[in-house]
């Protein structure tokens, strides 16, 4: 997801900060329905919409994943930037995060599934970067997801036709003529990373 800072009426002056609940309240108002955006420590951070090789390069990696882990029965994989309340503080600090693409094992998925925001993190978080994301933001993101127990966070990166895989083991770099898997997550998953690129 690409973040910039645009101002908008509906967004909490920059000196105030909201909880994932009034977030949530604030996402669900007609007048900001179609806005993407996340909390981050408190503090919303409206997002652009995703461009076309950002889209194709999600769609498919998560139509992968998703077959995957369907026909395994491991859980579900999610693509449309759903929000993970990955901290919440008695200061109201909260943070909310979109992904790009989640997976959630079957033991981590909620039954029945809410109308609202995901607590935790996901098993696995796929972010892929677009010209706009920064480096300080997305290191941020990977820190909050590993902090709120992901399993493992890819940074799929276009511009480099490279992923690269966080966990708490440390960091691998796979490149385009490298196999990615799932490892422990998603055991028996393998894509080559060129197959996610479309050249």
Known sequence: ?????????????????????????????????????????????????????????????????????????????????????????????????????????????????PDGWIEGAPDLAVEVMSPSNTVSDINLKIRQLLDAGAGAVWIVDPATGSVQVHSAQGIRVFLEDDTLTGGDILPGFEIKVADIFPW
């Open 1 to 113: 997801m690409e973040a910039v800072a645009r101002p908008r009426t509906l967004s909490p002056p920059a000196e105030t900060t909201i909880s994932a609940d009034e977030f949530l309240e604030l996402s669900n108002s007609p007048e900001y329905a179609d806005c993407n955006s996340e909390l981050v420590e408190g503090r919303v951070i409206e997002m652009t919409r995703p461009k076309l090789l950002h889209g194709y390069v999600a769609t498919e990696l998560g139509l992968a994943l998703a077959m995957h882990v369907k026909a395994q029965g491991l859980g579900m994989v999610i693509t449309s930037e759903i929000g993970f309340v990955l901290t919440r503080r008695p200061s109201g600090r909260d943070t909310v995060r979109g992904i790009d693409i989640s997976f959630l094992s079957t033991e981590r998925t909620p039954d029945p599934l």
